[in-house]
């Protein structure tokens, strides 16, 4: 590896130890159907966030909600302290596509449909109120 290329790569593990993320990967629901739960909460607080996806009725929302709970713990483990009412938020949520099951349905005259079982990825990372007033 050249060093410009080292240089960079420290510098993006720097940056990535101060962010508090949680991943969720291979679920088994389209990402389609997890995008609607996702632009629920974005850019919402953190606990306000928990509230809605709890007394959300998809089923995507149950799954969302464990892996916000997940980035609290993480971001109150790398500050060593517990995260207080109104000081978090979801800075930045994505759903991308995972790898599809592709399946043949028996159709009529012979023929067989496609049937596509997708999957997704979610990524979700959680920031303070203060960090984002500085920028």
Known sequence: MGARKRI????????????SFAKLNDVPTSPRKMRLVADMIRG??????L???KYSNKEAAARLEKLL???????????????????????LINVDGGAMLKRMRPAPQGRGY?????????????DTLNKENQN
């Open 8 to 19: 960079t790569a420290e510098k993006r593990k720097e940056a990535q130890k101060t962010i």
């Open 44 to 49: 919402m607080e953190a606990f306000r966030a």
């Open 51 to 53: 509230g809605v996806l």
């Open 69 to 91: 709970r997940s980035a609290i713990a993480n971001w109150e483990a790398k500050n060593e302290r517990k995260a207080e009412n109104g000081e978090l938020f979801v800075s």
């Open 114 to 126: 496609r049937i596509r079982k997708r999957s997704n990825h979610v990524t979700l990372h959680v």
